[in-house]
Each structure stands twice: as structure tokens, then as C-alpha cells.
């Protein structure tokens, strides 16, 4: 079993719907969670990061936390094309070390 | 601004050639770490360093090693390269005390 898993899409929403985006992991002691958007070609961007259980929101993007069934989630809010993008699940495993997902696609359709 | 950057972006070796790859860093942060990405697999960790005494391998160092040579710099080799190392290399830092890392613009590796 993988560390994390994510549904690798990809996941084609209109523009100006939500895209949600899930991520599961194995280490139930894992304690952080990180989100990384990341454009073809180009280099991983976090873009949020999430240590309690529940939501945190951050402008259009907002993370959610459920460390017993041991998920985290990414909503995208009035998705726009720029936000086509594969999106990077990460944990914390141990020593400062993040173990990440294979991604999840994203397309926007105007 | 405070940047991650790799050189070079863009390598074509042949098997059996020792290459290098380069990571320097103007963010001031402790750590630095090795990944490569390959489609469907994600980013693997292959070495990263706390500070410049301390490197640790990752889970796929085979084939590769580091060498820290000062707080802002971390360089890769590929002592023999095979084929199968063809993939997406990314250099990435963090602060001491921080679990969010950030990410160099890449290599893009062939090996022919």
C-alpha cells in the first residue's frame, strides 16, 4: 500500500464550479498535511497546509482534515482555468521528511 | 528574492557517464533535499541534508550521492548513469523547524 494515495484524474470541472480533490494516507500518527499545485513543466508550489482536523481556508482553496479516517481533501472555489494544474498531496512522515502523492489532474473548461 | 535554482535544466548523457547535478539556494534555509519525478510515481526522496555535516539517504539513493558543500549548496551525481534514470530531478529546501519545503524550477535528466 502506497503512503499516499490520490485519485490521479483527471478531474474536469467547468469554470467557475468546485473541483474537490482527496488524498488518503497510511501513517495514522502522521501529523501534517501540505498541498502543492503543480503547472506541466514546471516545479511543485505549496499552496496550502493544514495541521488540525477540520477546514482551513486560504482565499479560493480550502483544505479539510480528518485525521481518525485519515483523509484530507482540497476544495478549489469558483474554479478558473489557471487552476488547471496536477495537484501534489503531501504528509510528513518522520524527520522533516514529506512523503507525496502521484497527483491528482486538474482541467478547468471554460 | 530569496531563490531555488538548478543548473542545468536540461541534460542529454549517455549511459555508463557520471554526471552532476547542482542545487544552490539564497532562502537561507538549513535543509536540502534531492527528489526525482517520474509520471505516475510522484516525487521520490533520494538524499537530503539537515545541515552540512548531516546527509541521509532517501528511499531510492541507489545509483546516486550527494555532497553538501556549504549551507547554500547541494549537488547530486550520478556516478554511471543507466536509462532508467531518465526522469524529473527537483532540489528543494526548508527551514529548521519547518515541514514546508520549496522547490527548484528542476532538471529534466535523459540518459540515452
Known amino acids: 500500500q502506497k503512503e499516499v494515495e490520490q485519485n490521479s484524474g483527471p478531474l474536469s470541472v467547468p469554470e467557475g464550479a468546485i473541483a474537490s480533490l482527496n488524498c488518503t494516507y497510511s501513517?495514522?500518527?502522521?501529523?501534517?498535511f501540505f498541498w502543492y499545485r503543480q503547472y506541466s513543466g514546471k516545479s511543485p508550489e505549496l499552496i496550502m497546509f493544514?495541521?488540525?482536523?477540520g477546514d482551513k481556508e486560504d482565499g479560493r482553496f480550502t483544505a479539510q482534515l480528518n485525521k481518525a479516517s485519515q483523509y484530507v481533501s482540497l476544495l478549489i472555489r469558483d474554479s478558473q482555468p489557471s487552476d488547471s494544474a496536477t495537484y501534489l498531496c503531501a504528509v510528513k512522515a518522520n524527520d522533516y521528511k514529506l512523503s507525496f502523492g502521484a497527483g491528482t489532474t486538474v482541467t478547468v473548461r471554460a | 528574492d530569496a531563490d531555488v535554482t538548478q543548473t542545468p535544466r536540461n541534460r542529454i548523457t549517455k549511459t555508463g557517464k557520471r554526471i552532476m547535478l547542482e542545487c544552490s539556494q539564497t532562502k537561507g534555509h538549513d535543509r536540502m533535499y534531492w527528489y526525482r519525478q517520474d509520471p505516475g510515481l510522484g516525487l521520490r526522496l533520494i538524499y537530503y541534508?539537515?545541515?552540512?555535516?548531516?546527509?541521509n539517504k532517501g528511499e531510492i539513493s541507489d545509483g546516486y550521492s550527494v555532497s553538501r558543500q556549504a549551507q547554500a549548496k547541494f549537488s547530486l551525481s550520478l556516478e554511471s548513469a543507466i536509462p532508467n534514470q531518465t526522469a524529473l530531478y527537483f532540489c528543494?529546501?526548508?527551514?529548521?523547524?519547518?515541514?514546508?519545503?520549496?522547490f527548484g524550477p528542476g532538471t529534466r535528466l535523459t540518459v540515452t
Open positions: 528543494a529546501t526548508s527551514r529548521r523547524g519547518s515541514y514546508e519545503q520549496y
Open positions: 541534508s539537515f545541515d552540512v555535516k548531516d546527509i
Open positions: 501513517d495514522r500518527g502522521s501529523q501534517s
Open positions: 493544514i495541521y488540525s482536523n
